[in-house]
């Protein structure tokens, strides 16, 4: 079935067939928990499926499992891991449109975006692909009687906490780059987007991954998540949340001094100057935070905008952000839906507490539905002007489409209000000086900066956080390094 029958099958139904039960452990299905939860379709507020709430039992075969296969797969070629992840890759595509409608129906966002997810993941594991064989040392010089050389080793058994916001490229980013480097996977996806991840593992088998060598257990994250994260079989730990959980997760992992990788969010500027073009400016930060309605950690939730372009721009934006068509997913609009009821709660409150403030909120400000059934869970794309550094509209992780807009008249002003939050995951510069482009983006204190075209890059480059967005970095070929442990062998040349 094409995705247009795929999508048209579900809309009229409610269901899609052939959905996953039980976990993904040793290369099968297990058969059904008796313990399950429901799974939501956002943009109708409805149930459409249910899967199985794993016990540590669950999560301890599957470490289980994953200890055993990494053991031969650490000792496979470079050129069988290559050709194995290529596969993957073709494989993916050739589901692309089953994975893409999955996608939609766990996470609430457009068709559109879900694909772009799944061929993204595709590509994850083809780049990777060309890693696997790449991994070399070097060779140290320390004068004629010594020989000196590094090697690249699997660290082992990895977790990986997949976040409900993008449940199939942070899958595919963590996972590939373990398997290139020889590692095991047992991954635990977000309660509220369990399908996609149990799916891609089957793929993986499919593609001819190893039995055992990544395992998918669903459920809580105090039950099964908790476990991942205390087991010392775990060799490498990386998490996609909130601070909050991240430090958890971080304090639940350091008896056992796990190796760890987490990504913890933002609150990530715009940061716009005079000589911008005004429409660019609008552009960018239009799709910086309304793309995947704002549940983004890199999301370009502040507008840093120069005093002599804040009336031009936020009418551009405005009028845009206004006339922005929300609805389900699989129906492509322009926005989809919040992922659950209880984070459209939570952006809520804070659009309620800026409100009670006294906040200049130029458009939207309220949970909406989709205008074609008046079912599901939406957020009006929002702009919030003129808000000071202490706001916390500024300096809270709304996750959600809702836009806070500072002013600025000097270079050292928009770099103070632009380093002036916890976070430091993203940031974008807008301008015609270069000179000023690259002075700005040495003093911003952020992980990665793009200039005058926010979603500039891609996943051959690093991403990761500074400050409270996290440490480590994942994508591009720094991606590696946390599932890899460098040995030194230094050999006498003594007779």
Not at 116 to 133: C, K, M, W
Not at 480 to 495: F, G, M, P, Q, W
Request: net charge negative; proline share 4%.
């Amino acid at each position: 079935m094409t995705v247009q029958d795929l999508a048209a099958n579900y809309l009229s139904t409610g269901r899609i067939d052939g959905l996953p039960d039980g976990h993904f452990i040793g290369g099968r299905f297990t058969s059904a928990s008796d313990r399950k939860m429901e799974s939501f379709d956002p943009a109708r507020a409805e149930a459409f499926a249910e899967f199985s709430l794993g016990t540590e039992a669950d999560m301890d075969a599957a470490i289980e499992a994953a200890e055993k296969a990494a053991k031969d797969w650490a000792r496979a070629l470079p050129s069988e891991r290559c050709r194995i992840l290529n596969d993957v890759a073709r494989v993916f595509r050739e589901n692309a449109d089953r994975l893409a409608v999955l996608e939609v129906l766990d996470s609430g966002k457009t068709l559109a975006e879900a694909q772009g997810d799944v061929q993204s993941s595709a590509r994850l594991f083809e780049y990777y692909a060309g890693a696997a064989d790449k991994l070399d040392g070097r060779s140290v010089n320390l004068g004629p009687d010594l020989t000196a050389f590094t090697v690249r080793e699997p660290v082992g058994v990895t977790g990986h906490i997949i976040p409900w916001n993008y449940p199939t490229s942070t899958f595919a980013r963590g996972v590939a780059p373990a398997l290139a480097a020889g590692c095991s996977v047992v991954a635990k996806p977000a309660e509220t987007t369990p399908f996609t991840a149990l799916v891609m593992a089957e793929l993986l088998s499919e593609a001819g991954v190893p039995d055992g060598l990544v395992n998918v257990v669903t459920g809580l994250g105090s039950d099964v998540g908790a476990k991942l994260a205390r087991d010392p079989r775990i060799k490498q730990l990386t998490f996609t949340g909130s601070v909050t959980t991240g430090v958890n997760v971080a304090q639940t992992a350091a008896p056992n001094v796990t190796r760890l990788t987490l990504e913890l969010g933002g609150k990530s500027p715009l940061v716009a100057f005079e000589d911008a073009d005004p429409d660019k400016v609008a552009d960018g930060a239009y799709w910086a935070i309304f793309s995947n309605s704002g549940q983004i950690c890199s999301a370009g939730s502040r507008l840093i905008l120069h005093k002599s372009l804040r009336d031009e721009v936020l009418a551009i934006l405005t009028e845009r952000a206004s006339n922005l068509k929300v609805g389900h997913g699989l129906k492509n609009p322009d926005m989809g839906a919040i992922n659950s009821d209880l984070h459209l709660g939570r952006i809520k409150a804070h659009v309620d507490a800026a409100k009670a403030r006294g906040a200049n909120i130029l458009t939207g400000g309220d949970v909406t539905t989709d205008p074609d059934t008046g079912k599901g869970w939406f957020f009006q794309p929002t702009v919030i002007a003129d808000l000071r550094a202490n706001d916390p509209a500024v300096q809270d992780e709304i996750f959600g489409p809702v836009l806070s807009v500072q002013n600025f008249e000097t270079e050292d002003e928009a770099v103070e209000l632009a380093n002036g939050t916890e976070f430091g995951l993203m940031a974008s510069v807008y301008t015609r000086d270069t000179g000023r482009a690259m002075r700005v983006a040495h003093a911003l204190d952020s992980g990665q900066v793009s200039v005058n075209d926010y979603w500039a890059g891609g996943l051959e480059l690093p991403f990761g956080g500074n400050k409270k967005s996290g440490y480590g970095r994942e994508k591009g070929w720094e991606g590696l390094d946390a599932y890899t442990k460098v040995k030194a062998i230094t050999i006498s040349n003594a007779s």
